[in-house]
């Protein structure tokens, strides 16, 4: 076979991990548009509140605006599609040891849901934690096997649930101070970040799940530093710098992916 032939079926085979990519993409993109809304597969709506007319699947499919209001679909399903297509080509080319192409796509997808609906929603839902639990379970058998999975099972759970009782105390202290309820006042640790601290311990195994906790913790910390003196910077935000919420499970979902599909970076942070 001749080098331009021998290049045009490598080429043509990436097809496959290209269309793969953009199915997943549609995929997450549908469930992270109805399920926080229906807790079902309903048919998607317009996401302008004032209109709310659901979309024509053909519609829905190719990103057009909504027919009634002329309103445009917006930058995250188009995200969506660019980055799980392209990390489905370099999954194809580069599998992960243990996971294969076809588990690791699906891990991928999953992540992804989960962190659009925590960024967009804040909560993390129960069909989702479900589905979770299957997955994060079969990865963190074939990763490393079933006594690591259960480790970093409990240490996620339970690191992440003293967490969430510390958090639950200093938010009730400083209610009493600023004269609130301790209700109105956001959390910075949620009851889904539990739910999340326990996926990724499977995920990850112990003592993995460590790490990422540190790590996470740490990017969590910077990420709102620099938020709050980006917000006390600017004259007209400075009222609302102390009260900016930034969602915590975003930034752990974030190191646990790198820690699986570029463990490289991670190897790069970690002192030697
Ligand atoms: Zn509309």
Not at 30 to 40: G, I, N, S
Not at 180 to 192: H, L, M, R
Not at 202 to 225: D, R
Request: hydrophobic share 55%; net charge positive.
């Amino acid at each position: 076979m001749n080098a331009g032939a021998y290049n045009f079926i490598v080429s043509a085979t990436l097809l496959i991990p290209l269309l793969a990519g953009l199915a997943a993409a549609w995929l997450v993109n549908y469930l992270a548009d109805v399920l926080p809304e229906t807790l079902r597969l309903s048919r998607p709506v317009c996401a302008n509140p004032d209109c709310r007319q659901p979309f024509g699947w053909g519609d829905y499919l190719l990103l057009r605006r909504c027919r009634s209001c002329g309103r445009r679909r917006g930058g995250r399903a188009l995200a969506v599609i660019v980055f799980l297509a392209a990390l489905s080509v370099y999954l194809w080319l580069d599998p992960p040891a243990r996971l294969g192409y076809g588990f690791a796509l699906l891990l991928l997808s999953y992540l992804a849901l989960v962190t659009l609906i925590d960024l967009e929603h804040r909560l993390i839902l129960r069909p989702v934690s479900v589905a979770g639990l299957l997955i994060c379970t079969a990865a963190g058998l074939l990763l490393h096997g079933w006594q690591s999975t259960l480790a970093g099972f409990a240490a996620g759970f339970g690191l992440m649930m003293l967490f969430y009782l510390v958090g639950l105390l200093f938010n009730r202290l400083r209610a009493r101070r600023l004269g609130q309820e301790a209700g109105e006042a956001e959390e910075a640790f949620g009851s889904g970040d539990v739910t999340l601290g326990a996926l990724l311990g499977l995920l990850l195994g112990w003592p993995l799940i460590w790490a990422a906790i540190l790590l996470g913790l740490l990017l969590y910390g910077v990420i709102s530093l620099a938020i709050i003196l980006v917000l006390l910077l600017l004259q007209r935000y400075r009222e609302r710098a102390w009260r900016t919420f930034v969602p915590l499970g975003p930034g752990f979902i974030l190191i646990a992916f790198l820690m699986i599909y570029f463990p490289s970076v991670i190897a790069a942070l970690l002192p030697k």
